[in-house]
């Protein structure tokens, strides 16, 4: 038969067999040194008798016996619970985890080559709008910052073939991960 009592510092619940009444052992919850009561004594009660004014190990609240005849047949005063307070001495530990990128995700990535792209500024020009700007926005935008690794300004030279003349002009040159 085993004795249910609580501990004089914690106040947790403890069951242990009764032919360890009278000797010491550690509390699991507070580590305190305590001495296991005789069943029968004051706080002490043999497994499966309810404590006074607690719950019984059926999980129903003491009633007046008209109310208790009705309880006492139904299917959860005949489940028995044996519930104890998990003692840990480890740290914490996470339980739950990031879920897994799918596999296409994961080989798309993967497959990243780094690439350059250069826009040229007179590839920019329609119908005398200059659209540099906004073609430069629209690459870096679909390519996404993470994928950038540098962007550098560019100027140069070339020979314009109707005026026969050298223009200087600029370009943004790009190295992405694409």
């Given at each position: ?5 609580n501990?004089p ?15 010491q052992?550690e509390?699991?919850?507070c ?7 005789h069943a029968g004594t004051?706080?002490a009660?043999?497994a499966g008798?309810?404590a006074?004014?607690?719950?019984p ?6 009633l007046?016996?008209?109310q ?5 047949t ?9 519930l ?8 914490v ?14 080989a798309?990535e993967s497959d ?5 792209k250069?826009?040229r ?8 709008h200059d ?5 430069v926005?629209?690459?870096l935008q679909m ?7 540098s962007?550098?300004?560019?100027s140069?030279t ?13 370009a ?6 694409g």
């Open positions: 038969m085993d004795i249910v009592f501990c510092k914690c106040e947790q619940e403890l069951e242990v067999d009764s032919t360890g009444a009278g000797s052992i509390c699991p919850n580590q305190e040194t305590i001495v296991i009561p004051d706080g009660r043999t008798a309810p006074s004014g607690s719950i190990t059926g999980g129903i609240p003491t007046p016996p008209a208790a005849s009705s309880i006492a139904s299917a959860a005063a005949k489940v028995e619970m044996h104890k307070v998990p003692v840990h001495n480890k740290p530990t996470t339980l739950i985890a990031r879920t897994l990128k799918p596999l296409e995700v994961t798309r990243k080559k780094i690439r350059v250069t826009i500024h007179t590839d920019c020009i329609e119908v005398g659209t540099f700007d906004e073609v926005s629209n690459f390519t996404g910052e993470p994928n950038i690794i962007i550098t300004p560019m140069y070339h020979a314009d073939i109707g005026s026969q003349k050298l223009l200087t002009e600029y943004v040159m790009i190295v992405y991960r």
